[in-house]
């Protein structure tokens, strides 16, 4: 299905109500098809459904991983994986032992052996047409359609 940039915002208002702590989120594409963009608005709708301000949104690219606390208990972990080489690489990050505490936004991936079993897998393609993307969406485990 083709999504303009605005249809991501939508998108991520339905995603918000659907993924809860020990969820995850695993974004596939190419450079510049909006994995970000995505992240940033599924941020700002789970900080809005929990009666928050957004915190300002920055890629993780060279960080790796970026955290935003909503609730004491309720974190989102944002992680950009495209810098990482091997599986092993995923140790020093932190993203299996967080993985039943957190909200999981993962950029990037395919390096995931040990997948979390309950997640959405969205893929991000370009199309021909400048301001649109083909996505597709898989979910997996108890997070339902």
């Given at each position: 299905m083709n999504y303009t940039l605005k249809d991501l915002s939508d998108l991520s208002k339905?995603?918000?109500k659907k993924?809860?702590?020990g969820h995850s989120i695993y974004l596939k594409g190419n450079l510049g098809t909006g994995k970000t963009t995505f992240?940033?608005?599924?941020?700002?709708?789970?900080?809005?459904?929990?009666?928050?301000?957004?915190?300002?949104?920055?890629s993780p690219t060279f960080n790796i991983a970026q955290y935003y606390p909503i609730k004491a208990q309720k974190i989102i972990a944002h992680y950009d994986l495209y810098r990482l080489k091997k599986p092993k690489d995923l140790d020093h990050i932190g993203l299996h032992e967080l993985?039943?505490?957190?909200?999981?936004?993962?950029e990037?991936?395919?390096?995931?052996?040990?997948k979390n079993k309950n997640r959405i897998e969205i893929a991000l393609k370009h199309t021909k047409l400048d301001n649109q993307r083909n996505v597709s969406i898989k979910y997996f485990g108890s997070i339902k359609k």
């Open positions: 339905r995603i918000s993924i809860k702590t992240s940033k608005y599924l941020i700002k709708e789970i900080f809005k459904k929990n009666n928050k301000k957004s915190p300002e949104v920055t993985e039943d505490k957190v909200i999981s936004i993962v990037w991936p395919e390096i995931i052996k040990k």
